[in-house]
Nanobody, 120 residues
Framework: QVQLVESGGGLVQPGGSLRLSCAAS????????MGWYRQPPGKQRELVAI??????HYADSVKGRFTASRDNAKNTVDLRMDSLKPEDTAVYYC???????????????WGQGTQVTVSS
């Protein structure tokens, strides 16, 4: 019903920058929360940044370095990552809470994930 497709991951040196993008498509009536999670190797998935009603919440570990932005008209969310550190290495997942029909409650959807590796 709803697909989230990420792009933009890759290998970058410490201190470098990357930009991730995510586009939602399918049967979309409205999108509530939209943002990014990540799963470092051997660890649990964790919140990176989430946007709802124009307010962005960031994990403490990325504040001041990452910037999330959302285009409600295009159903997209981007993540600009600057001053990357090796500990930012993870699979990054796009996340959205979507209402597919005005009669139904919202459901959570995940992208397939994109690898970000920060290494020299």
């Amino acid at each position: 019903q709803v697909q989230l497709v990420e792009s933009g991951g890759g290998l970058v040196q410490p201190g470098g920058s990357l930009r991730l993008s995510c586009a939602a498509s399918g049967t979309i009536f409205s999108i509530y929360n939209m943002g990014w999670y990540r799963q470092p190797p051997g660890k649990q998935r964790e919140l990176v940044a989430i946007i709802n009603d124009g307010v962005t919440h960031y994990a403490d570990s990325v504040k001041g370095r990452f910037t999330a932005s959302r285009d409600n008209a295009k159903n997209t969310v981007d993540l600009r990552m600057d001053s990357l550190k090796p500990e930012d290495t993870a699979v990054y997942y796009c996340y959205a809470v979507v209402k597919t029909d005005y009669m139904r409650g919202p459901s959570a959807y995940w992208g397939q994930g994109t690898q970000v590796t920060v290494s020299s």
